[in-house]
């Protein structure tokens, strides 16, 4: 509940949810949150920079990046060096839109042919039923346009991952290795809520480290 209550006020203070969630390509957000011994970071990515594509996976070389990922983001240690004695307690991301998204475009299309089929079967038997085929295949587009919707969704859709730690001591610093694994990755802007106070500084794929002013 702290940790939600700290974001609400980067939020206020920074504008930050607001722009992370503006979907910026090359750009990225990642917050900073400290409860006494446990830490929060959050990270909100394109998904162009950190899939190198904005859609469900076509092909194997997709599903394998997307499982790639996945396994990159288990461990906060791929994305960003502490300079504190830190324990990983939990991570979270929302990979599974991406998953889910694909598992729906195969269904709607399967569902999509058999209605193709049986509009078909009907106006050859039926021929005295073309205004009831018009209203099918009218309905058919209706569920071609949602699909768009949700395809439409997901070409806009961040990656965010969430860790919690556990830290002996004050974490000073951050040395951002994240830049080494999404290439097209251009800016970092890092905000955070932490015991010494809140401040904010933007990295680039230059200028990978800081400390907490």
């Known amino acids: 509940m702290k940790f939600t ?3 609400i006020c980067l939020s206020l203070c920074f504008g930050g949810i607001a722009k992370a969630q503006e979907h910026v390509h090359g750009a990225g957000t990642v917050f900073v949150i400290q409860d006494g011994a446990h830490w929060q970071m959050q990270y909100v990515l394109s998904a162009a920079d950190a899939l190198g594509f904005e859609h469900a996976p076509e092909d ?3 599903r394998d990046s997307l499982a790639n990922l996945g ?4 461990k906060i240690e791929n994305l960003v060096q ?9 991570y979270s991301h929302n990979l599974d ?5 694909e598992s ?9 042919e058999e209605e193709k089929e049986h509009h078909h079967d009907e106006h050859d038997e039926h021929d005295e039923h073309d205004e009831h085929d018009e209203h099918d295949e009218h309905d058919g587009h209706h569920e071609d346009h949602d699909g768009h919707d949700e395809e439409h969704k997901v070409h806009h859709q961040n990656i965010e991952v969430s860790y919690t730690l556990q830290c002996t001591n004050q974490i000073k610093g951050l ?12 800016t970092l802007e890092v905000q955070w809520s932490i015991a010494s106070g809140q401040g904010s500084a933007t990295l680039t794929n230059s200028v990978t480290n800081m400390e907490f002013n």
């Open 97 to 101: 839109v991406f998953e889910g998204q």
């Open 82 to 90: 502490l300079d504190g004695k830190c324990k990983q307690l939990d």
């Open 175 to 186: 040395s951002f290795a994240i830049f080494d694994k999404m290439h097209s990755l251009q």
């Open 71 to 74: 396994h990159t983001l288990e």
């Open 5 to 7: 209550k700290q974001l």
């Open 104 to 112: 729906a475009e195969h269904k709607h299309g399967d569902h999509h």
């Open 60 to 62: 194997k070389k997709q």
